[in-house]
């Protein structure tokens, strides 16, 4: 879809008045942007419980890319009961013995129902091949199923999205270090953040890898730029926003091709 970004309020406006000198976006005009967008949102959640659709999305990235973030934003106004977010922890004995994405299915929306996850069944292509989590046969065979398991879900009609939050080496780092010090987010700090940082490169690889055996028409991921957090969290909603038309709907929203990419990598 061709966009005309000059549509978009951070490049309309003066610059001065949009970013900070480090090029990130001013906290006024986030938090005004990012209102403006939480009150579609709502508009949005509403026509979903009225015509009993099923949203479906995952956020995947290295750690500290803004998962926790962006899903906090999204469902800051959202009525509970209707709107969730999950985030499993690592498979018990029993869950090993599972087909792989059955621990995951039962946590998907009924009618009405929005449901984001905070990491899903893509650990397996990146995190458990890292660190030796599952073995190569394994990762094969989930990169064997996982396009056949996504057209299920939206053969289904559940509206699926997949969104991986791009970061580099040196913004991860500064994360890192400001998680070490600030005794708000120090409980995120894991055992395995500073090795995870250590094998960037290989999370790098294994993303490609997983970007064109699981980028199908039906289910692509979407790449977004979250080297700022803020303006990644705003294109995430313009985005989601921009996949429906529901009731009394502001504007015709879109997200900025320069932060968000739909990977098309397979016919």
């Given at each position: 879809m061709n966009v005309d970004i000059k549509k978009l309020?951070?490049?309309?406006?003066?610059?001065?008045?949009?970013?900070?000198?480090?090029?990130?976006?001013?906290?006024?005009?986030?938090?005004?942007?990012?209102?403006?967008?939480?009150i579609e949102l709502v508009k949005l959640q509403t026509w979903?419980?009225?015509?009993?659709?099923?949203?479906?999305s995952i956020f995947e990235g290295v750690d500290t890319a803004g998962k926790d973030g962006t899903i906090k934003r999204i469902l800051e106004y959202l009525n509970p009961r209707f709107a969730r977010s999950v985030a499993l922890d690592k498979p018990t004995e029993k869950e090993k013995t599972q087909w792989y994405f059955q621990r995951y299915v039962p946590h998907f929306p009924a009618g009405g129902e929005m449901v984001l996850f905070n990491r899903s069944w893509y650990n397996r292509?990146?995190?458990?091949?890292v660190f030796h989590f599952c073995t190569k046969e394994d990762y094969l065979k989930f990169m064997r199923q996982?396009?056949?398991?996504?057209?299920?879900?939206?053969?289904?009609?559940?509206?699926?999205?997949?969104?991986?939050?791009?970061?580099?080496?040196?913004?991860?780092?500064?994360?890192?270090?400001?998680?070490?010090?600030?005794?708000?987010?120090?409980?995120?700090?894991?055992?395995?953040?500073?090795?995870?940082?250590?094998?960037?490169?290989?999370?790098?690889?294994?993303?490609e890898d997983m970007f064109a055996a699981t980028s199908t028409p039906y289910a692509p991921w979407i790449e977004v730029d979250a080297n700022d957090k803020k303006r990644a969290r705003i294109n995430v909603i313009r985005y989601i926003l921009s996949q429906f038309d529901y009731d009394n709907k502001a504007d015709d929203f879109f997200a900025d091709p320069n932060i968000v990419k739909v990977i098309s990598l397979i016919e």
């Open positions: 309020p951070e490049y309309s406006l003066p610059k001065d008045k949009v970013f900070k000198k480090n090029g990130k976006f001013k906290n006024k005009f986030y938090q005004k942007e990012l209102l403006k967008l939480q979903i419980k009225n015509n009993n659709i099923r949203f479906l292509a990146g995190v458990e091949m996982c396009p056949r398991f996504e057209e299920m879900i939206v053969d289904d009609g559940i509206k699926f999205f997949k969104f991986y939050l791009q970061i580099s080496k040196e913004e991860m780092y500064k994360r890192l270090k400001k998680r070490e010090t600030d005794p708000l987010k120090k409980w995120k700090l894991s055992t395995l953040d500073w090795k995870s940082y250590e094998h960037y490169d290989e999370y790098q690889k294994l993303k």
